[in-house]
């Protein structure tokens, strides 16, 4: 079993940033990735940023170059640096977590566990 603990979300206006934390603790292999998604109202939940153990990245089109996904495998903790917000990244972000996985992950079902999800509201 794997637990997943987040922090970080809040509200900020737009242009402003946030940075999330997701920290694992439990029992899981060394191969994994973590990644970072997102709920919008009346939406599905969507792949956002990931990271292997390796630390390879990878981001969706949307948030590509604004935000920043990194970890740090002695703690266990993932984080994702959100910058020059929109309000279309309104939606409340869920870490996810593949064990065994040494690629990237990309869709819901392949995440074994996930964190309870941290309410991210951007204004105009």
């Known amino acids: 079993q794997v637990q997943l603990v987040e922090s970080g979300g809040g509200s900020v206006q737009a242009g402003g940033s946030l940075r999330l934390s997701c920290t694992a603790s439990g029992t899981f292999f060394r191969i994994n990735a973590m990644a970072w998604f997102r709920q919008a109202p009346g939406k599905e939940r969507a792949f956002v940023a990931g990271?292997?153990?390796?630390?390879?990245?990878d981001y969706a089109d949307s948030v590509r170059d604004r935000f920043t996904i990194s970890r740090d495998n002695s703690k266990n903790t993932a984080w994702l640096q959100m910058d020059s917000l929109k309000p279309e990244d309104t939606a409340v972000y869920y870490c996810?977590?593949?064990?065994?996985?040494?690629?990237?992950?990309?869709?819901?079902?392949?995440?074994?566990?996930w964190g309870q999800g941290t309410q991210v509201t951007v204004s105009s």
């Open positions: 996810g977590f593949a064990n065994y996985a040494g690629r990237m992950v990309y869709s819901v079902g392949k995440y074994d566990y």
């Open positions: 990271i292997t153990g390796s630390g390879n990245t």
